[in-house]
Structures are given as C-alpha cells and as structure tokens.
C-alpha cells in the first residue's frame, strides 16, 4: 500500500519560509512525478508545483519565484522550499503521486501565515 507524509508545516509570520517535506512508503518516490496541491478553507483544492522524473519543474504562477520543488534521491525524499511567505498562502498542503492504482494523497501540513 502506497502511503505519503507531509511534514514541515506551522504557522510563520509574511516574509518568512518554511521547507515542507514529503516522505512515501510502498513506493519510491524518484522514479515518480511528485506533485504538491494546497486547499486553502472554503477554495478548491489547487495544484502549487510539481517536479517530474528526470527533475523537471513547474509551478503555478501564484508562486513562482517563491516557491522551488526538489528531490533528495538519497532519502526518497520530495521537499517544497516556501520563501517569502504570504497570508494567501495560508493552506494545507498535500503531496501526491499518480500510480496505477489511482491517486494517492497524503494527509496534509497545515501552513499559516499570520502576523
């Protein structure tokens, strides 16, 4: 069974960062497209960035320049750097994988950014 952790979440004042970390069991995580979506209450569930398997990387506009997607091959392990934080990012944040039983999702880190 494929499971995903989300870690790294927590509340941080604008302008700050956070590195949220993204960890599986039943599946190894650099030989899949690994994305990060975010649901801010009461909004859809809306994708942030993702980082393909030969480490290609996108994001949505609303983070560009903010937000950086990488992989640690050596821990399996997926990360999304969030620098200069916003209340609007304010959301939790979930890590997916695409596999041949379906999406999978993880539980998600909640981030808030506040003063």
């Known amino acids: 069974q494929v499971q995903l952790v989300e870690s790294g979440g927590g509340l941080v004042q604008p302008g700050g960062s956070l590195r949220l970390s993204c960890a599986a069991s039943?599946?190894?995580?650099?030989?899949?497209?690994i994305y990060w979506y975010r649901q801010a209450p009461g909004k859809q569930r809306e994708w942030v960035a993702h980082i393909t398997i030969t480490d290609t990387t996108d994001s949505a506009d609303s983070v560009k320049g903010r937000f950086t997607v990488s992989r640690d091959n050596a821990r399996d392990t997926v990360y999304l750097q969030m620098n200069n934080l916003k209340p609007e990012d304010t959301a939790v944040y979930y890590c997916?994988?695409?596999?041949?039983?379906?999406?999978?999702w993880g539980q998600g880190t909640q981030v808030t950014v506040s003063s």
């Open positions: 039943g599946i190894v995580l650099n030989t899949k497209n």
């Open positions: 997916n994988v695409r596999t041949t039983g379906g999406n999978v």
